[in-house]
């Protein structure tokens, strides 16, 4: 999958010589001014400006879209080609040259046989080693004025293979900007211990049987009785080993942060709504046994690293906007019918906890 990233690179005009700036505003406008011509499918070969202009457009206009749409349509800018001098590779004249090396960048195209050359901040040279660094190519380099600036974007391309996701989901509420960014992470782990609870059910019904017509002290009652009592051994581990490695993740999490803990007090409240749900009523009981274990060992951890921690009931059930009562909808979306409110019913307490002063 190709991705891109782009650098601005914005320098006052006045900071250019006479000439320099001269060039700049007349060819860069010029070229604005003909890209619209351009992106329309004329072939307009401009006098006295660098033909190179016209042969970039081309080369990269069925790519541009990649870039940015709406600002593409608004305003179409001089395209370059870009080459990057990491060690001692070679200049090779493209349109933008980036010398590592000298931190300096090369504008060509403007001024007739030479470049303009524009120092890079530290920031601005490291935001291009971290993306060569990456596996990311620059792609090709936009440059346009505005009454007292030039710009120059560059865009890096990569063809980054998607990793492979782990049971954890990081969930990002975006209706909420105005009270900051709300996450959560959550782990997926429901699938594998269900697997392992319905093989205990299953073998438990057939053991049931065997005992009820007097079969279950035969090799094969015996042998199933054996399978039983290692698939809950299983399913134990994999709670405890579940319950373990989020500890220490979250626990990781709030000392990175140096961050306050908010435990949502909702024992009662998920023992109700999982005991309600009627298919896992012997997983459920589960469930609250570990939940309970869990709470225990992560406060345990967060006393030891002296993570301040607080229990507090954060509702999932009532909106957070208005405080009507929500209704859930398929797929945990919980949805308010009063103010319109709606999200997933694991964020509904995160968006209460930051309500709390
Ligand atoms: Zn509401």
């Not at 935001?127 to 004025?145: F, H, M, N, T």
């Not at 007090?265 to 023992?271: A, T």
């Not at 709606?342 to 002063?357: E, F, G, H, N, S």
Request: charged share 30%; hydrophobic share 40%; glycine share 4%.
């Amino acid at each position: 999958m190709l991705a891109h990233r782009t650098l601005l690179i914005k320098r006052p005009l006045r900071t250019f010589t006479n000439e320099e700036r001269e060039a700049l505003v007349k060819v860069l406008t010029r070229a604005d001014a003909l890209g619209n011509l351009w992106a329309r499918g004329f072939e307009v070969w401009p006098i006295g400006l660098d033909s190179r202009f016209a042969d970039k457009f081309n080369y990269f206009k069925s790519e541009l879209r990649l870039v940015n749409v709406k600002r593409w349509l608004a305003r179409v800018h001089a395209i370059f080609n870009v080459g990057v001098r990491l060690d001692n590779e070679r200049d090779m004249g493209q349109g933008v040259f980036i010398d590592l090396t000298r931190n300096a960048l090369r504008l060509r195209w403007v001024i007739k046989r030479r470049a303009i050359v524009i120092s890079l901040t530290e920031s601005e040279a490291k935001y291009i080693r971290d993306r060569l660094s990456e596996g990311g190519k620059p792609k090709l380099a936009r440059a346009w004025v505005d009454d007292e600036h030039l710009f120059i974007a560059i865009t890096f391309e990569r063809d980054a293979e998607q990793i492979t996701p782990s049971n954890y989901r990081l969930v990002i509420d975006v209706n909420s900007w105005k009270n900051g960014i709300v996450y959560a992470i959550v782990k997926d782990s429901t699938r594998n211990l269900e697997r392992l609870y319905n093989h205990v059910t299953k073998l438990e019904r057939k053991y049931g049987a065997l005992r009820r017509l007097g079969l279950h002290k035969t090799p094969y009652g015996r042998r199933l009785w054996r399978e039983i009592k290692a698939t809950k051994r299983r399913l134990y581990a994999y709670l405890r080993d579940y319950a373990q490695k989020a500890v220490s993740i979250l626990v990781k999490q709030a000392l990175n942060l140096r961050a306050k803990v908010i435990i949502d007090d909702i024992i009662e409240e998920s023992r109700r709504e999982l005991m309600e749900e009627k298919p896992l009523n012997g997983l459920a009981k589960v469930y609250m046994l570990y939940l309970r274990r869990f709470v225990k060992l992560l406060t345990n951890q967060l006393r030891w690293y002296g993570i301040p921690y607080e229990f507090k009931r954060l509702p999932s059930t009532t909106c957070p906007i208005c405080g009507s009562e929500l209704t859930q909808l398929p797929g945990r979306i919980m949805i308010c019918s009063k103010c319109g409110f709606k999200a997933d019913r694991d964020l509904v307490p995160i968006l209460w906890a930051i309500k709390q002063p």
